[in-house]
């Protein structure tokens, strides 16, 4: 679960044939269960801008950090779990900035299409559009209220999911993820979340040894407003390797 820690284009028509929706969720929500095995069976180089703005806009505060990065996705019943593990190596910044915002696990926004969560989501095709010269098929979705969700807000140690609404753009020949943009169904004012967009990218990663390339995170931008405050970070995602890890999936509902 990706989550938020508060510390206080016009579109184009192609001829190709179109893709029946059905189908390419289909086909995606396989490529994303794919996704969730390969993700945690890597570790990468992740580069993280944090910044804090005035209210004129102008950069308050801002930090940059360069870590190790693992994550592990974890199906246990009804709960699918992501657990990020960060090993420092570089930070910049004042030390007696104040606490920035943190943000986790949003590389893994493409769950919105994982079978896990489809039933979560209502989708619909928008315009087709071209992302480097390719025609990727956009898909608006936007969550059912009461039903689980892939993000959450964490504030005072309680855990607030977020009812996301978006636009994925979508290879309808392989079912890949090229972009995602997301932000909030309705309001959370009332606890003091008054704006959230996020976007983040996937490109192919080849590895040697492995014909088919794996399609990772390249970056997330995540941009937070309260009443009163406004942050954005900035992460970027490069270096993949590969080792070896043991995914645990479980249908067994703990007692």
């Not at 505060?61 to 570089?90: C, H, I, M, P, T």
Request: aromatic share 10%; charged share 25%; hydrophobic share 40%.
């Amino acid at each position: 679960m990706a989550i938020i820690v508060f510390l206080l284009l016009s579109g184009t028509c192609f001829a190709s044939e179109p893709v029946p929706m059905q189908e390419l969720l289909q086909r995606t929500g396989k490529l994303v269960e794919d996704f969730v095995s390969q993700l945690s069976g890597v570790r990468c180089k992740e580069s993280v801008n944090q910044v804090k703005f005035e209210k004129n806009g102008k950069v308050k505060y801002k930090a940059d950090s360069a870590f190790d990065s693992l994550l592990l996705l974890r199906l246990e019943g009804d709960n699918l779990s992501v657990e990020e593990s960060r090993q420092v190596e570089r930070q910049s910044g004042r030390a007696q900035n104040p606490p920035l915002l943190v943000t986790s696990g949003f590389s893994t926004l493409a769950l919105v299409f994982h079978p896990y969560y489809q039933a979560s989501f209502e989708f619909q095709q928008l315009d087709d559009e071209a992302l480097e010269g390719k025609r990727h098929m956009r898909v608006q979705f936007q969550h059912v209220r009461g039903m689980r969700s892939p993000t959450a807000l964490q504030l005072r140690g309680q855990e607030y999911p977020l009812e996301l609404s978006g636009i994925a753009w979508i290879n309808p020949d392989t079912g890949e993820i090229a972009k995602i943009q997301a932000g909030l169904r309705s309001s959370m004012e009332d606890l003091g979340l008054k704006a959230f967009q996020s976007e983040v990218h996937y490109a192919p990663v080849l590895f040697a040894g492995i014909t088919k390339p794996y399609w990772l995170p390249t970056s997330a931008v995540i941009d937070v407003e309260t009443p009163r405050q406004h942050w954005r970070n900035t992460h970027h995602f490069a270096e993949y390797r590969r080792f070896t890890v043991n995914v645990q999936i479980s249908s067994e509902r703990k007692p």
